[in-house]
């Protein structure tokens, strides 16, 4: 068997340039932040889209299906190519693939200004999918990289704390990106009209310019010219491989990763269908136009960013099981008022405290949840998966605030599945670990379909009964964690 990660770990701090690993950890960190913001900004994208073009849900949602769909294109073209030549990251190295993904993610920001101009849904579906191929590869390397990057036994930890910062990206984008989309850019420039020549407005009055989504991601490509820049000048850790680099589709033959490429698209699929109907549902439920149900998505993406903070300290080697919760007892007090002053800053009218607190209850379970996961990846994975499937069923049987509250706190619950199944599905896999990579973010998939499955019933059914189609997404993340994540090697 080839090379496992910790051999890896040990190469890097043998070449002399892996001692200290701060550094390349903060770099890599401000990817994950800017890939975690413009993800959620397809949250935006979506209501924004669904006025200007007068779409479906099933129409809305080709939104999220070209961009996830993107991750499973480039994604399979990155393992046909691994399995014909080898593995293509161990060839020209992490810094480079990081350095491609910068690149091609800067171009397709640039894309969107001709798709606002022409007023063509088809070249903002093409501007996403461009912009998926540069996440995929962004993926692919920086997520192995990470995990390791130090010992294998606290991996899970690394990417946990890196997944954090993505999860502040999520959550600071419902707030940031609505207030550029719905309000401040959409007063730049002539409004835009429908088919009839009305004025196209947002749920509270404002007319929405083309503005609103062009100068937004003009922005966006400026910042990841920049994290290209810093990346090049930076000297990050080099590991190398002592086995040769083979040309064949070695990383399928175990069974822990196979299903794990499941279980990513599951999870991708069950947090993106969620999240991408919320603002939606909330209108549809209590009547909160976009300004207002964007601050309450900042708490469903805030809660995935107070997790997995959490699971950074709970899968450490920290010392000492008081010390260890009152740490995250104070973690998770402080990233909820973080969350709240974010929200309360960006509010044109302010936000009463009163609003959020019943998500408090839910960061209570949250912390007990942990404890029940003492610490093991594949346990604290199952036992969340079966929290959200029981919060799921709660919002199918309830209506109002009680609904959308149980909605919104499945976030906290998300937050490790990422780490956690990624780390699971690649244990082990030595010199095939970047294929297996490759294959993992190939799953991504799951964020492209479930959405579309979701929104496609919610057009018969209503989007409250829709939710349902998750809750499969969740029974399977909780077998996962129960017996598929074990490693075996298929024959």
Request: aromatic fraction near 14%; include cysteine.
């Given at each position: 068997?080839?090379?496992?990660?910790?051999?890896?770990?040990?190469?890097?701090?043998?070449?002399?340039?892996?001692?200290?690993?701060?550094?390349?950890?903060?770099?890599?960190?401000?990817?994950?932040?800017?890939?975690?913001?413009?993800?959620?900004?397809?949250?935006?994208?979506?209501?924004?889209?669904?006025?200007?073009?007068e779409?479906?849900?099933?129409?809305?949602?080709?939104?999220?299906f070209?961009?996830?769909?993107?991750?499973?294109?480039?994604?399979?073209?990155?393992?046909?190519?691994?399995?014909?030549?080898?593995?293509?990251?161990?060839?020209?190295?992490?810094k480079n693939?990081?350095?491609?993904?910068?690149?091609?993610?800067?171009?397709?920001?640039?894309?969107?200004?001709?798709?606002?101009?022409?007023?063509?849904?088809?070249?903002?579906?093409?501007?996403?999918?461009?912009?998926?191929?540069?996440?995929?590869?962004?993926?692919?390397?920086?997520?192995?990289?990470?995990?390791?990057?130090?010992?294998?036994e606290?991996?899970?930890?690394?990417?946990?704390?890196?997944?954090a910062?993505?999860?502040?990206?999520?959550?600071?984008?419902?707030?940031i990106?609505?207030?550029?989309?719905?309000?401040?850019?959409?007063?730049?420039g002539?409004?835009?009209?429908?088919?009839?020549?009305?004025?196209?407005?947002?749920?509270?009055?404002m007319?929405?310019?083309?503005n609103?989504?062009?100068?937004?991601?003009?922005l966006f490509?400026?910042?990841?010219?920049?994290?290209?820049v810093?990346?090049?000048?930076?000297?990050?850790?080099?590991?190398?491989?002592?086995?040769?680099?083979?040309?064949?589709a070695?990383?399928l033959?175990?069974?822990?990763?196979?299903?794990?490429?499941?279980?990513?698209?599951?999870?991708?699929?069950?947090?993106?269908?969620?999240g991408?109907?919320?603002?939606?549902?909330?209108?549809?439920?209590?009547?909160?136009?976009?300004?207002?149900?964007?601050?309450?998505?900042?708490?469903?993406?805030?809660?995935?960013?107070?997790?997995?903070?959490l699971?950074?300290?709970?899968?450490?080697?920290?010392?000492?099981?008081?010390?260890?919760l009152?740490?995250?007892?104070?973690?998770?007090?402080?990233?909820?008022?973080?969350?709240?002053?974010a929200?309360?800053?960006?509010?044109?009218?302010?936000?009463?405290?009163e609003?959020?607190?019943?998500?408090?209850?839910?960061?209570?379970?949250?912390?007990?949840?942990?404890?029940?996961?003492?610490?093991?990846?594949?346990?604290?994975l199952?036992?969340?998966?079966?929290?959200?499937?029981?919060?799921?069923?709660?919002?199918?049987?309830?209506?109002?605030?009680?609904?959308?509250?149980?909605?919104?706190?499945?976030?906290?619950?998300?937050?490790?599945?990422?780490?956690?199944?990624?780390?699971?599905?690649?244990?082990?896999?030595?010199?095939?670990?970047?294929?297996?990579?490759?294959l993992?973010?190939?799953?991504?998939?799951?964020g492209?379909?479930?959405?579309?499955?979701?929104?496609?019933?919610?057009?018969?059914?209503?989007?409250?009964?829709?939710?349902?189609?998750?809750?499969?997404?969740?029974?399977?993340?909780?077998?996962?964690?129960?017996?598929?994540?074990?490693?075996k090697?298929?024959?």
């Amino acid at each position: 068997m080839g090379a496992s990660i910790s051999n890896v770990s040990n190469n890097v701090v043998a070449n002399g340039e892996g001692k200290s690993y701060g550094g390349a950890l903060v770099v890599l960190t401000s990817l994950f932040f800017m890939w975690g913001f413009i993800t959620c900004m397809n949250d935006i994208l979506i209501p924004f889209l669904k006025k200007v073009f007068e779409l479906g849900y099933f129409q809305a949602m080709l939104v999220q299906f070209s961009f996830f769909g993107a991750y499973f294109i480039g994604s399979l073209v990155y393992f046909l190519i691994s399995i014909k030549s080898g593995d293509p990251i161990s060839r020209i190295g992490y810094k480079n693939g990081l350095l491609l993904g910068l690149v091609i993610s800067a171009i397709a920001c640039l894309m969107f200004y001709p798709a606002a101009v022409l007023k063509i849904y088809g070249l903002f579906l093409t501007a996403l999918f461009v912009l998926g191929l540069g996440f995929t590869l962004l993926q692919i390397a920086a997520n192995p990289y990470v995990a390791i990057l130090g010992s294998p036994e606290t991996a899970s930890s690394r990417l946990n704390l890196s997944q954090a910062f993505n999860s502040f990206g999520t959550t600071i984008a419902p707030i940031i990106g609505g207030f550029l989309v719905f309000h401040y850019f959409a007063t730049w420039g002539e409004p835009l009209t429908n088919a009839i020549g009305e004025v196209i407005t947002t749920d509270g009055g404002m007319p929405i310019s083309a503005n609103g989504v062009k100068l937004p991601y003009l922005l966006f490509a400026a910042v990841f010219v920049v994290l290209a820049v810093i990346i090049k000048i930076t000297k990050l850790p080099r590991f190398t491989n002592e086995e040769e680099i083979s040309a064949d589709a070695g990383a399928l033959k175990y069974r822990h990763l196979v299903l794990g490429m499941i279980a990513i698209f599951m999870y991708v699929g069950g947090e993106v269908s969620i999240g991408s109907v919320l603002i939606i549902y909330m209108k549809e439920m209590v009547g909160y136009p976009e300004m207002e149900a964007k601050s309450f998505l900042a708490f469903y993406w805030g809660g995935a960013m107070i997790g997995r903070f959490l699971g950074a300290v709970s899968m450490s080697q920290m010392k000492g099981e008081l010390k260890k919760l009152l740490l995250m007892f104070g973690i998770s007090v402080a990233t909820f008022f973080v969350i709240y002053f974010a929200v309360y800053v960006e509010s044109t009218d302010g936000f009463a405290l009163e609003r959020v607190l019943p998500f408090v209850i839910f960061m209570v379970i949250n912390l007990i949840a942990f404890q029940f996961g003492k610490s093991m990846p594949a346990r604290t994975l199952m036992i969340f998966a079966i929290i959200v499937i029981a919060m799921l069923i709660t919002t199918l049987l309830t209506s109002g605030m009680v609904a959308i509250w149980v909605v919104l706190g499945i976030g906290l619950f998300n937050s490790i599945m990422w780490s956690n199944i990624f780390t699971l599905a690649i244990k082990d896999l030595g010199k095939y670990t970047s294929q297996g990579s490759s294959l993992l973010v190939m799953s991504i998939l799951g964020g492209a379909l479930i959405p579309l499955i979701q929104g496609g019933l919610a057009d018969v059914i209503g989007l409250h009964s829709s939710f349902f189609v998750p809750i499969f997404c969740y029974l399977y993340l909780a077998y996962y964690g129960w017996k598929g994540h074990e490693v075996k090697k298929l024959s």
